[in-house]
């Protein structure tokens, strides 16, 4: 029984090694340009023992990822504690955040909400008297937009079975959408 906890702690440790050797190269390359060669020589863990605890750095990344996603807890949270806590794990680990949510320019994801957003602040900045868009509605559109994402990728995941303009008024009801159009109303100088 002894000598199975000392091989528990051993794995432990080797997959903590793992993990924080990545964590330190995504510090300062990205994540695509990162190599197995270079994550076992940060970790000083032999190549043969990556390959033991991971199929590749795909899957460290994702073991990685799932021992982030422990730090949030959200079942034994608010709404106001799980916002809280998503965005201090995301100030804790900025870069690999930045990479994930910013650097991923090729997913459809990323495609999409650029596209939305884009075109929101656009007509926005049609309006002469509105020169720039305000805090408030930069946050706006990114709820908006994020918001809407998500239910796509509900929807996607469920069959699709509902067709889009019962999920747009869906939408509309689950988010406070009187808000969001005095926010878009304000930018473009709407009384």
């Known amino acids: 029984m002894e000598k199975e906890k000392k091989e528990d702690l051993r794995i432990k440790r080797t997959r903590k090694l793992l993990s924080q050797a990545l964590l330190s190269l995504i510090e ?3 994540f695509n340009s990162i190599s197995v060669k ?13 390959y033991t605890h991971f199929n590749d750095k795909y899957d460290l990344l994702a073991y990685l990822l799932k021992e982030i996603a422990e730090e949030f807890h959200f ?4 709404l106001e504690e799980v916002h809280l806590k998503l965005f201090n794990v995301a100030i ?5 955040f930045s990479q994930l949510f910013l650097e991923e ?10 596209e939305m957003t884009t075109s929101m602040k656009q007509e926005m900045l049609r309006d002469d008297r509105n020169p720039s ?4 509605s930069e946050i706006g559109i990114a709820a908006f937009a994020g ?6 990728n509900w929807w996607i995941e469920n069959g699709m ?3 889009g303009e019962d999920v747009y008024n869906e939408i509309k009801q689950v988010l406070n959408w009187e808000y969001i159009e005095k926010i878009h109303d304000e930018a473009i100088g709407k009384e």
């Open 75 to 78: 079942t034994d949270s608010n």
């Open 92 to 96: 804790k680990y900025k870069r690999l």
């Open 28 to 30: 300062h390359h990205s």
């Open 105 to 114: 320019r090729d997913s459809l994801r990323y495609v999409i909400r650029n």
């Open 38 to 50: 270079e994550i076992c020589e940060e970790a000083m863990v032999h190549r043969a023992t990556f």
């Open 147 to 152: 918001a809407t994402l998500g239910v796509l």
């Open 133 to 136: 868009i305000s805090t408030s």
């Open 161 to 163: 079975t509902l067709s």
